[in-house]
């Protein structure tokens, strides 16, 4: 299979930086898909990491270790609107398959 | 606005009705997809059209009946559904089709809430 596992949620402080992680089985694994959705919105695209290393976007950082089955996305200067789930999804292109995990529920307090 | 619209954005219907969901980009992209998003559950893929060929068809069960006309228009056709059935269903977009380019940051529309008593 192809599991995605990120925690159900997590707390942080405004102004603050959170790093939510990701694991994927690597057979046949492509890339990896960061997705925010605010609650009743539809998902918005983050960023898409094939390569290993970190990928900067403004607040917004996603790295990806290919190795090690493992991505995480790292915000900072955390706003009360950041207050979202964030979806991590592995493209099994192989398969022709999008697997995303359950989401990380992002509360964020003053 | 995404470019991806989705109607109507609320159904409700009995297990006997037959209804139908209807998606529309106007972002000039290649494929689209249907999800299906329950409650504390990940976002399941449905079904893939590319180029209006369906390439995807993830076990889906038969009551759910996909059609795309054409590149810019996707349909899911509904008919003796199930209560489990309950669910958000999102339709989303992209350029080209995932494992083809990478040009597949998918676009997706607010959904439809559907309740199925």
């Known amino acids: 299979g192809q599991n995605i596992d990120q925690p159900t949620e997590m707390t942080a402080t405004e102004g603050a930086i959170v790093q939510i992680n990701c694991t994927y089985q690597?057979?046949?694994?492509?890339?990896l898909f960061w997705y925010q959705q605010h609650a009743g919105e539809a998902p918005t695209f983050l960023s898409y990491n094939v390569l290993d290393g970190l990928e900067e976007k403004g607040r917004f950082s996603s790295f990806l270790s290919r190795s090690k089955g493992y991505s995480y996305l790292l915000l900072k200067e955390l706003q009360m609107k950041d207050s979202a789930s964030y979806l991590c999804?592995?493209?099994?292109?192989?398969?022709?398959?999008?697997?995303f995990g359950s989401g990380t529920r992002l509360s964020i307090r003053p | 606005e995404t470019g991806v619209t989705q109607t109507p954005r609320h159904l409700v219907m009995g297990m006997t009705n037959k209804k139908s969901l209807k998606c529309e980009q106007h972002l000039g992209h290649n494929a689209m997809y249907w999800y299906k998003q329950s409650a504390k559950k990940p976002l399941e893929l449905m079904f893939v059209?590319?180029?209006?060929?369906?390439?995807e068809n993830n076990s889906v069960p038969s009551r759910f009946s996909p059609e795309c006309p054409n590149s810019s228009h996707l349909f899911l056709h509904l008919h003796t559904l199930q209560p489990e059935d309950s669910a958000l269903y999102l339709c989303?977009?992209?350029?080209?089709?995932?494992?083809?380019?990478?040009?597949?940051?998918?676009?997706f529309g607010p959904g439809t809430r559907l309740t199925v008593t």
């Open positions: 999804a592995g493209d099994y292109s192989s398969a022709s398959k999008i697997i």
């Open positions: 989303a977009s992209s350029q080209d089709r995932v494992g083809t380019s990478v040009r597949y940051e998918q676009y």
């Open positions: 059209y590319s180029l209006e060929e369906r390439v």
């Open positions: 690597t057979s046949g694994f492509n890339g």
